[in-house]
DNA sequence: GGTGAAAGCGCG
DNA sequence: AAAGCGCGCTTTCACC
């Protein structure tokens, strides 16, 4: 075909997105056929219009060095875009498949293993002024991060799309890129919309559990309180109590034999001290990490703006950066309150992994056992174990690869149940143990062991090698086994979140807008007006919607839940129950 | 004065 | 109740 049918007015099948050596931005389209047009520059401030207009005519998959920095500027002047590809993230992921063929090229490109650009996830896009898109453009180059030159786009591009080529399964591997493309969309998306968080609501906690704001450098009235309990149960009345070195000495000399200041070991004791001291870490707790020094940091505008990392964990699974998104305590959801006239749609996937695991292995049994109801239930019914809550033991100890204690000894009775399923993850361990590499359903690998962990092998088989280099070694591959046990379920289950959210995100994106005076103006302008995620805990979703739609927000992410279980199981009988609550606020029950 | 490790605890 | 996976954050403390 020739390059001019390939043009501007042809609707591109991918645009890439980068600058050109002058430093000004430029696009590139790809028709369906791999025809491409000539780069067309565009003036910054005529970016976000151009990328809009490119959209509108056919929904390319943008192709850009980095989704944080791209699409956060973006969604501040109100440009949603459908789908992307997001090199640094495919990179990373392709440059250690197993499934691919001949990945030399790619992982020669080391400037694309950059971590994210610190710079675009510490500062969430600024809602306010209607900034110049991209004015980033008259700043100096960035130092850290992926290249965001067109032509090195352009280039790794082709690299990526050559290493798809020669995967064993390019079908699963290209889900995967797609999928974690998506989920960096949503990521920046849920950046931008934010969680809508009530301050009132939360200093109501606090309050009610510290004491009233105490002024600067002074601790709450019932920290200074308990605190006291605490040292006059110790007959110590300067006990540092938190410190936990210095705190250890003086519990020892008031003849708790603690071995450490944790939580489980102070529970093994009886001293009238204890109840107390655990009271007091548990405040401590709240203060130092969600107190109001958080809340005047973190939200702003009825918003808490978490900054999340798409792909931060080895597994695939998301990491925050900031505010710790991902760690918020329950006892703050009453906190995430929907704006006036709308409403949270909540929802999290009963157990998961274990779901994830049975429709890997293809096992009938554990299929069975969670086919429309509890699944730790009908493991109980299965007769393997004789309880609720020895199930959850045994499976989360099956999965994680417990050996000892209750969890340990109660996984065999499983073994006995569910042979396929443990064959699975006890074959990913013993792979992780000698040193391979093992690989989600969809195909993220694991890193091939370091240096170090080779080395503790070979020196442990020398014939010099003493006891201590044999038990050495022993335990860093059992460790090893442990991490590849749990990463084929942990990855995969992250991967159907994955395509939960991106299937969701579509979903939303079709709802009519509410009417203007209806809109919840915190939320930025591509969000105020329609049903758009709010928050995401891995296995967890909430929608804030317009409560008029909240009944079909809700259908729509049950919907979601079975087309993520459809494409990636896809003959499997394995469902994917969801516990679900449409409330103003998100508490559970 | 900054840096980094470790302890401890929050989340799945 | 136990000690097995993956994280981030705050604080303390040893060290430079």
Redo the contacts with the bound molecule.
């Keep these: 075909m020739p390059e001019s049918t390939a043009t501007a007015g042809s609707a591109a099948r991918w645009c890439v997105l980068g600058r050109t050596g002058a430093g000004a931005w430029a696009v590139v389209d790809i028709a369906a056929d791999g025809t491409r047009a000539d780069p067309e520059e565009i003036a910054a401030e005529e970016l976000a219009a151009a990328i809009a207009r490119r959209e509108h005519r056919a929904s390319p998959r943008w192709v850009w060095h980095d989704t944080a920095a791209c699409y956060g500027p973006l969604l501040a002047t109100g440009v949603r875009v459908e789908r992307c590809h997001d090199l640094r993230l495919c990179h990373q992921i392709l440059r250690h498949a197993d499934s691919v063929g001949d990945a030399a090229d790619l992982r020669a490109a080391r400037r694309w293993d950059a971590p994210p650009e610190a710079e675009a996830a510490a500062a969430p896009p600024a809602l306010e002024a209607a900034p110049t898109l991209f004015d980033v453009v008259a700043e100096p180059r960035r130092r850290h991060g992926v290249p965001d030159d067109l032509e090195e786009a352009l280039a790794e591009f082709d690299r990526q799309r050559e290493a798809l080529a020669s995967a064993r399964e390019p079908g699963r591997l290209g889900l995967l890129l797609a999928a974690e493309s998506a989920g960096a969309l949503v990521a920046a998306e849920l950046s931008a919309a934010g969680v809508p968080w009530d301050v009132d609501e939360h200093d109501r906690v606090l309050t009610e559990a510290l004491g009233p704001r105490p002024a600067a450098d002074t601790k709450p009235a019932r920290m200074i309180e308990v605190g006291a309990e605490v040292r006059r149960q110790l007959g110590s009345p300067d006990a ?1 109590l ?7 000495r003086v519990l020892r000399s008031a003849g708790i034999e603690v071995d ?8 093994k004791h009886e001293h009238p001290a204890i109840a107390p001291l ?1 009271q007091y ?2 405040l401590s ?2 203060l ?2 969600n107190g109001w020094a ?1 809340l005047d940091e973190w939200v702003r505008d009825g918003r808490y703006r978490p ?1 999340y ?1 798409p792909g ?4 695939g ?1 998301w ?6 998104a ?6 703050l959801r009453p906190a995430l309150r929907a704006d006036p006239g709308w409403t949270l749609v909540s929802a ?1 996937v009963a157990q ?1 992994e274990p779901r994830v695991l049975a429709a890997m292995a293809g096992d009938r049994a554990m299929t069975a056992a969670g086919a429309g109801r509890d699944l730790y239930t009908g493991i109980v019914e299965s007769g393997a174990v004789a ?1 609720r ?2 199930a959850k ?1 045994a499976m ?2 099956a999965m ?9 000894r109660l996984v065999p009775r499983l073994r006995r149940t569910y042979p396929a399923a443990m064959a699975l993850v006890d074959d990913a361990a013993e792979a992780g143990a000698r040193g391979g590499t093992v690989s989600t359903w969809l195909g993220r690998s694991t890193h091939a062991p370091d240096p170090e962990w080779q080395r503790v092998q070979s020196s442990a088989s020398l014939p010099e090698a003493t006891g201590r280099d044999e038990a050495a070694a022993r335990r860093a591959a059992r ?1 090893r086994g ?2 590849t ?3 084929v379920v ?1 990855g995969t289950a992250a991967e159907w979140a994955l395509c939960w959210m991106a299937d969701l995100r579509q979903r939303l994106a079709a709802f009519p807008p509410v009417a203007e005076r209806d809109a919840a103006r915190a939320s930025g302008p591509v969000f105020e007006r329609r049903p758009h995620l709010a928050f995401f ?4 979703v909430i929608v804030h919607s317009p409560a008029e739609h909240a009944d079909a927000v809700a259908a729509a992410v049950r919907d979601s839940a079975a087309a993520a279980g459809r494409l990636l199981f896809g003959g499997s009988a394995v469902d994917f129950p969801l516990d679900l609550r449409v409330a103003e606020r998100a508490e559970k029950e």
């Design positions: 540092p938190d410190s936990p070195p210095r705190l250890l450490s200041t944790s939580r489980w070991e102070l529970a655990l870490k548990k707790r709240l130092t990490a958080w900054v990392v931060g964990v080895v597994t699974r990491a925050s950066s900031g505010g710790g991902l760690q918020i305590p329950r006892q999290d998961l309880t809550q020895e033991f989360l100890g994680y690869g417990a050996t000892t204690g209750e969890s340990g460790d442990r991490f046990r749990n990463f942990q805990l891995h296995d967890e």
